[in-house]
T-cell receptor, first 114, second 111 residues
């Protein structure tokens, strides 16, 4: 089944404890992206990757890191999480980085930073 | 910055009615628009898209209308069903690399 998977689905952590949220897609997509979703603010892009070893900042990159060593994986790293990073996170992928491409979303990761 | 927005945060309809969800966008250079549906506890799911060289596009029970003159996008759902209850987002493509999402309209369908 073609899909985007994220792990973990739920995570409660404490301020300053490094964490990684994994994202994997099995559709051989070039483009991958991370979003956060907050009430009243909609979906905002954190980072995106147009291909292996190519990443770039989205609208809200502060406090996050990403890497794209393999085409299928795009982990999101929080080196020192803070409470304002409590949010619902979505990974997405699409066939290419150009326009006119539907993005497929993962199921989401709900993160709480205490 | 420029962003995509929706006119109403909530919309309540009766089963069988037609639903219309509206969206205003501000960037006249945007050339691709998508509607997503997000059910509770799930990620956004693609419904339908439209390019700026089109005014209308139809899918199964859904129609998207694009009015570039007033920078307005709408999603019409025919014969709305309880399973259509969800949050609906419009998104626009700017610069070919990032989708800019609106804040969403919650559609509630009562039987």
């Amino acid at each position: 089944e073609a899909q985007v998977t994220q792990n973990p689905r739920y995570l409660i952590t404490v301020t300053g404890k490094k964490l990684t949220v994994t994202c994997s897609q099995n559709m051989n997509h070039e483009y991958m992206s991370w979003y956060r979703q907050d009430p009243g603010l909609g979906l905002r892009q954190i980072y995106y990757s147009m291909n292996v070893e190519v990443t770039d900042k989205g609208d809200v990159p502060e406090g996050y890191k990403v890497s794209r060593k393999e085409k299928r994986n795009f982990p999101l790293i929080l080196e020192s999480p803070s409470p304002n990073q409590t949010s619902l996170y979505f990974c997405a992928s699409s066939f290419s980085s150009g326009p006119y491409n539907e993005q497929f979303f993962g199921p989401g990761t709900r993160l709480t930073v205490l | 910055g420029e962003s995509v927005g929706l006119h109403l945060p909530t919309l309540s309809v009766q089963e069988g009615d037609n639903s219309i969800i509206n969206c205003a966008y501000s960037n006249s250079a945007s050339d691709y628009f998508i509607w997503y549906k997000q059910e509770s506890g799930k990620g956004p799911q693609f419904i339908i898209d439209i390019r700026s060289n089109m005014d209308k596009r139809q899918g199964q029970r859904v129609t998207v209308l694009l009015n570039k003159t007033v920078k307005h996008l709408s999603l019409q759902i025919a014969a709305t069903q309880p399973g259509d209850s969800a949050v609906y987002f419009c998104a626009e493509n700017q610069a070919g690399t990032a989708l800019i999402f609106g804040k969403g309209t919650t559609l509630s369908v009562s039987s």
